[in-house]
């Protein structure tokens, strides 16, 4: 894996990428990654600040949005075009990860929040997307995912499910838009080390790297952000080219056990 700084061979070279969840973890890795590769990157985000520096960091631009807002979501999807170009690549990265707890005792709000964040922020971001990447003669739609959309976790019955919902709202995407020379594929990561991990650790990452990553993946750690991203790089280039409705798994070996 090439390190930060290092020349690449421009696979995305100046194509116009949306890149949701950029301020932080594998989403703003994958900002980092896209911007090596050539990419003109427009970075979302909740997180107006982090999304400001980490557009500042790799010279994209910075957009404030909530995913679950259609009517923010199209605004900034035009207002990226408008400043960088039609969008030839998206990566829908945002997402909410619930407390842990049985469904029984699951709020509804919280139930809610995760479907208009998980599933409705792809659906939405891909409705007001693809009408740019069609006029642009193609494009390239990546949903990062995760191991629980085919793996439960306890606790965890609102994300497994949004995650889930995702294989088949890419395939749906995938089989409309083939056509159009428009290809959507998931990127299912299994256990990363980034904050929300560690958080779930009580802020400890050698406590996750020791109880989660040893334990629920073969190779014996956990994944690197800048390895989902060199991952996402190869579903939104043209390395990928005849790749289309398919889950690329980045797990570790966590889903062969």
Aim: proline share 3%.
């Amino acid at each position: 894996m090439a390190a930060a700084g290092e020349a690449r061979d421009g696979a995305l070279q100046d194509r116009v990428a949306i890149v949701t969840g950029g301020a932080s973890g594998i989403g703003q890795a994958i900002c980092r990654a896209f911007a090596r590769e050539g990419a003109k990157v427009a970075v979302l985000d909740l997180d107006a600040e982090g999304a400001g520096a980490t557009a500042q960091e790799i010279g994209g631009r910075a957009f404030a949005l909530d995913v679950s807002d259609s009517a923010a979501c199209k605004a900034a999807v035009d207002a990226a075009a408008a400043t960088l170009g039609p969008p030839r690549a998206l990566v829908c990265c945002a997402a909410v990860f619930p407390a842990r707890q049985p469904l029984a005792d699951l709020d509804e709000a919280v139930w809610d929040r995760a479907l208009q964040v998980n599933i409705g922020g792809h659906f939405t971001m891909c409705k007001h997307v693809i009408p740019h990447m069609r006029a642009a003669g193609g494009g390239a739609i990546v949903h990062v995912s995760s191991q629980m959309a085919v793996v439960a976790n306890r606790g965890q019955a609102a994300y497994c499910a949004t995650k889930g919902a995702l294989t088949m709202l890419s395939r749906g995407i995938a089989l409309d838009y083939a056509e159009d020379g428009i290809r959507s594929n998931t990127l299912r990561p299994g256990g990363i080390a980034t904050e929300g991990m560690a958080e779930v650790f009580g802020g400890d990452m050698a406590r996750a790297e020791r109880e989660w990553g040893a334990k629920m993946h073969p190779l014996g750690r956990l994944g690197r952000v800048e390895e989902v991203a060199e991952a996402a790089v190869y579903l939104a280039s043209d390395r990928s080219s005849f790749v289309t409705g398919a889950d690329l798994t980045v797990d570790g070996g966590y889903s062969i056990w």
